[in-house]
């Protein structure tokens, strides 16, 4: 059982940065794949970035590359996404989930799931 916590959403104009944290309970972390996505309004979850088990590989989604990194830290069981150019198209609330698969870009992938921060970028 893993279960994680995100935190470090938050109200930023356009333009603007924050940097999203989960952490993940239990000591089998470094076992999981860990993704982010997000779900705005009147729409589906939506893939944000994957990264894989051993922290080398990431994958990202079209709309925010070159924009979000998701990285991990094994020592403290915690997964960042750092998101810089925010956009108002960015607005949604965020969740990050545990995947003891290789983490792929759908949400049925994923074992467990956090409870979500909300991320609104003014324009």
């Known amino acids: 059982q893993v279960q994680l916590v995100e935190s470090g959403g938050g109200l930023v104009q356009a333009g603007g940065s924050l940097r999203l944290s989960c952490a993940a309970s239990g000591r089998t972390f470094n076992n999981y794949a860990m993704g982010w996505f997000r779900q705005a309004p009147g729409k589906e979850r939506e893939f944000v970035a994957v990264?894989?088990?051993?922290?080398?590989?990431?994958y990202y989604a079209d709309s925010v590359k070159g924009r979000f990194t998701i990285s991990r830290d094994i020592t403290k069981n915690t997964v960042f996404l750092q998101m810089n150019s925010l956009k108002p198209e960015d607005t949604a609330v965020y969740y990050c989930?545990?995947?003891?698969?290789?983490?792929?870009?759908?949400?049925?992938?994923?074992?467990?799931w956090g409870q979500g921060t909300q991320v609104t970028v003014s324009s």
């Open positions: 989930a545990a995947d003891r698969g290789v983490g792929g870009v759908f949400p049925n992938e994923y074992d467990y």
């Open positions: 990264i894989r088990r051993s922290g080398s590989s990431t």
